[in-house]
């Protein structure tokens, strides 16, 4: 190769000028549109944010900080000061899945747990935890949607168990204890009365205040006994309504 062939080669490969390696101000200008518009981005999505957790604040502050709940979650706090309210509450679950929740308590040893049936009908899975923390997943075990109960097994030892009450004893204007998870609380003692009773048509009538969560929540006389099962509360005039402890031994399942 002579001399003229390699001045020639090295014209082809010339490398370029290093101005073409700085940023021009096309280059900046680019640069500034596209962080204009990541700022931009990140605010709407900031502004999106806020404005869904407000409107889910809005959604739930009526049901934590109305009146009714300020006012039983007063009442609550002292009832659970006396020991037997706290050994009650021992039996009294909650049972949920990721779109409800309700109430049961806890009748066996062994785990068999008392509800309403339109608590569970939909509930998939059906989760139970106790007060202390452990959880369990629940199958029906029997029900009878005309009645509005359920009975629920869980794989369980040496639970925490409330006692049924003998068939008629009860009567009007003995006092009660309604133990359940009303609104988005949990373990709400309130007391009450009975107003009315039958054994007969499957309603008791309670003074004893109920909210939605309620369903399912034992009611227990003051000797510790349950003699009904909160199922409903009356429109009509804002009373409680529960199936007697008649009807739920009834439909008891075998071996219990």
Do not use: C
Request: glycine content about 6%.
């Amino acid at each position: 190769m002579n001399h003229h062939e390699t001045d020639e080669n090295e014209d082809l490969f010339e490398e370029p000028p290093l101005e073409d390696f700085l940023p021009n101000t096309e280059d900046e200008w680019l640069r500034e549109k596209q962080m204009r518009r990541q700022t931009i981005v990140k605010r709407t999505i900031t502004i999106g944010i806020a404005i869904a957790l407000l409107v889910s604040l809005l959604q739930i502050w009526p049901q934590v900080f109305n009146l009714s709940s300020i006012n039983f979650l007063h009442k609550s706090a002292e009832l659970s000061k006396q020991e037997n309210i706290q050994t009650y509450k021992e039996a009294v679950v909650t049972i949920q899945d990721q779109h409800s929740k309700g109430t049961g308590f806890n009748i066996a040893k062994k785990g068999l747990i008392i509800t309403n049936y339109h608590v569970v009908e939909d509930m998939y899975p059906i989760t139970v935890t106790f007060p202390n923390g452990e959880i369990f997943q629940a199958t029906i075990l029997q029900s009878n949607p005309d009645l509005d109960l359920a009975f629920l097994h869980i794989e369980a030892e040496n639970l925490p168990a409330l006692s049924l009450s003998e068939p008629g004893n009860w009567v009007v204007t003995d006092q009660i204890y309604v133990i359940g998870n009303p609104l988005l609380h949990n373990q709400i003692a309130m007391d009450g009365e009975i107003l009315k009773g039958s054994d007969q048509n499957g309603v008791l009538l309670l003074s004893a205040p109920i909210y939605k969560g309620n369903s399912g929540s034992p009611v227990i006389n003051t000797s510790g006994n349950v003699i009904g099962v909160v199922f409903a509360l009356s429109t009509k005039d804002q009373t409680g309504l529960a199936i007697p402890i008649e009807k739920v031994i009834e439909q008891m399942p075998e071996g219990y």
